[in-house]
């Protein structure tokens, strides 16, 4: 029995091994990173300045998807007049050439009724002059004082329906400043602080995006009631013609907030082969060692960041990149 027992131990496979499948050697921690020192010489070669981290309130916004649409004709802060600009858009291209040639309609009728009140007045001046003259009646000065109200009448028709029609497409090309129709979802709308300066650019809400100021002006309201949406006009400047009627943008409308973050200039944070955000903390003299960072936000080339820093440190604002080259050995 017993030489059995020990004939079936002998058969059994040998225990596994314990030891772990990988093994990392002389590990390092980022609070242990590489500390760069440069000389006063290189210092000025890379061209490196610094700044102080702060803490403090950065502006909130809220990335809102816009249309560029034409500006109202002749809108102002007390005008009630409304437009086709809203839909101008959505026209065919037949529908906007019949448009065009109302709107050149449109505006020979406006001249008409100009040249309809100089004719009026200029016979009210007569009729008067002939009156003091004791050449003339008080029928005919009031009959021409009539004639002058219907032909200022006229016009006023005549530049409603010219303003009703828009903006003219003929000059859409050469147009400096469009504007921005940001539909906003109404429970939306008191968080956002709709009176302040936004931000157009791309549809991509990051850093790289390029953005334009938008500043809010008083347009005819319209909703969407089927979306539950209102919508919010900005005016944006098209020196460089990029914009077109009918092109979708991403506009960054800044939030009602006060809460405070560490603030760093944009150009501080160098972003590492896999994206990790870093900026180069001051030690001391010409001695610099990077901290990881996340950023927040960007707000007209500031950065609102966490990580491994502190407000009231030094950390280097220009001159990152030649910082980061020379750390691993591609630099100047």
């Known amino acids: 029995m017993l030489s059995a027992l020990l004939l079936l131990a002998g058969n ?7 030891s772990p499948p990988a093994k990392i050697e002389h590990p390092v921690k980022e609070s242990d990173l590489t500390k760069v020192v440069l000389t006063a010489e290189a210092v000025n070669r890379l061209g490196i300045v610094t700044t102080t981290v702060e803490k403090r309130p950065l502006t909130r916004t809220r990335l809102f998807g816009g249309e560029i649409t034409l500006p109202a004709l002749n809108a102002s802060a007390n ?15 037949a529908e906007l050439v019949r448009l065009a040639q109302s709107q050149i309609d449109a505006d020979g009728q406006v001249d008409q009724a100009k040249v309809q ?3 009026a007045q200029q016979v009210l001046n007569r009729t008067e002059q002939m009156r003091r003259d004791k050449v003339g009646t008080e029928r005919s ?3 021409a004082k009539a004639q002058v109200g219907m032909a200022e009448a006229a016009l006023k028709t005549a530049h409603a329906r010219r303003d009703l029609l828009g903006p003219a497409l003929l000059d859409v090309n050469n147009r400096s400043t ?6 906003v979802y109404v429970d939306d709308l008191s968080g956002l602080n709709a009176s302040a300066q936004a931000r157009v650019g791309g549809l991509k809400d990051s850093p790289e995006n390029v953005s334009r100021p938008a500043v809010p002006v008083a ?7 089927a979306a539950a949406t209102v919508d919010l006009f900005y005016a944006v400047k098209n020196s460089d013609t990029a914009l077109r009627p009918g092109q979708r943008v991403g506009v960054s409308i800044p939030l009602h907030s006060d809460d405070e973050n560490l ?21 001391e003299t ?3 060692m990077r901290r990881r960072v996340q950023v927040l936000r960007v707000v007209d080339n500031q950065a609102a960041v966490t990580g491994d820093i502190v407000a009231g440190i030094e950390v280097v604002s220009t001159g990152v990149a030649e910082l980061f080259g020379t750390e691993f050995g591609v630099g100047k």
């Open 219 to 225: 347009a005819p309201p319209s909703a969407n009631p």
């Open 79 to 93: 005008s009630n007049s409304q437009s086709v600009y809203t839909i101008l858009p959505s026209l065919a291209p």
């Open 178 to 183: 469009f504007w921005v129709r940001v539909p």
């Open 286 to 288: 010409n001695m610099y």
């Open 12 to 18: 059994l496979p040998a225990a596994e091994s314990t």
């Open 263 to 283: 603030v760093v200039p944009w150009s501080a944070i160098v972003h590492d082969v896999s994206g990790g955000g870093w900026v180069y903390q001051v030690l």
């Open 117 to 119: 009140v100089q004719a």
């Open 141 to 143: 000065v009031d009959d």
